[in-house]
């Protein structure tokens, strides 16, 4: 069964340093998202790509972040100038429509 | 801004019994809605949805009912079973924007199930 993979499983970085988020979503997919969460709050939407292009973003996504599907299989979810309150699981998520599928996740810790 | 919430964050049940988890939500515009399992250390696993057109959905063991008057939807799992063990996450889902876009999910902040042997 196809399923989401995220790499690396966890990523240690220091505040400031610009971080690369991998993800391959499910090959067939038309919509493509990343989430986070951080440590006991709720999971939270940061940008949707469709059409290779940003569709929706939330307040989270400031400049800081982007997002790339550079080669049609890698999605990518880049974080410039890393700050202590960016440490969080981060999602990958794809789908068709409403349904989404998820990756394990990246735990990203910001020292 | 709790636009979904998951008032209870824990429950026990015992094995073979019924689970009942449920949700509230105050957006009007969600027109769809999806429940999720999470293990920890793991991504959350899609496990049923239904349309804001039904009133119920089922599949095998799990069946989720909408409530749209009361704006509350809740998850029935059973009989239960050890292995349902994990945190559920209620999320609900508004169509794209122009008809095509995003389906952004707004989470609740779970509930986490422990069903005892």
């Known amino acids: 069964e196809p399923e989401v993979t995220q790499t690396p499983s966890h990523q240690v970085t220091q505040m400031g340093q610009e971080v690369i988020l991998h993800c391959v979503p499910i090959?067939?997919?038309?919509?493509f998202y990343w989430y986070r969460q951080i440590l006991g709050q709720k999971v939270e939407f940061l940008v949707s790509?469709?059409?290779?292009?940003?569709?929706?973003k939330s307040e989270i996504f400031d400049d800081q972040f982007s997002v790339e599907r550079p080669d049609g299989s890698n999605f990518t979810l880049k974080i410039r100038s890393t700050k202590l309150e960016d440490s969080a699981m981060y999602f990958c998520a794809s789908g068709w429509t409403h349904e989404q599928f998820f990756g394990p996740g990246t735990r990203l810790t910001v020292l | 801004d709790q636009q979904v919430k998951q008032n209870s964050p824990s429950l026990s049940v015992q094995e073979g019994r019924i689970s009942i988890l449920n949700c509230d939500y105050t957006n009007s515009m969600f027109d769809y809605f999806l429940w999720y399992k999470k293990y920890p250390a793991e991504g959350p696993t899609f496990l049923i949805s239904i349309s804001s057109i039904k009133d119920k959905n089922e599949d095998g063991r799990f069946t989720v009912f909408l409530n749209k008057s009361a704006k509350h939807l809740s998850l029935h799992i059973v009989p239960s079973q050890p292995g349902d063990s994990a945190v559920y996450f209620c999320a609900a889902s508004r169509g794209g924007k122009s008809g095509a876009g995003s389906y952004q999910l707004t989470f609740g902040k779970g509930t986490k199930l422990s069903v005892i042997p």
């Open positions: 090959s067939n997919h038309l919509y």
């Open positions: 790509f469709y059409n290779n292009e940003i569709s929706e």
